[in-house]
């Protein structure tokens, strides 16, 4: 279960570096600005991209902060081993 896990926020962060998420936020953005055309008020619009991207910056957050722990438990063990 933790080796899944580990997997897991390595998998996270490294797809948020990649250019697919580059693409895929881009993509985000435009959907959520072009909301304003389908007579969303743009206080509405301001309201759903604020609060998706706070939520996305703290699951970020937390699974690079995972990645990192485990790496400092990596680097730990290697340094005991030398």
Do not use: C
Request: proline share 0%.
């Amino acid at each position: 279960m933790k080796k899944r896990k580990k997997d897991f926020s390595e998998k996270i962060t490294h797809w948020t570096g990649s250019t697919k998420s580059i693409i895929i936020h881009t993509i985000f953005f435009v959907g959520i600005f072009s909301l304003y055309f389908f007579n969303f008020s743009s206080s509405d619009i301001l309201l759903i991209l604020t609060t998706v991207v706070s939520l996305e910056a703290i699951y970020l957050a937390i699974f690079i902060q995972i990645t990192i722990n485990r790496h400092s438990e990596d680097l730990v063990e290697v340094s005991e081993d030398i």
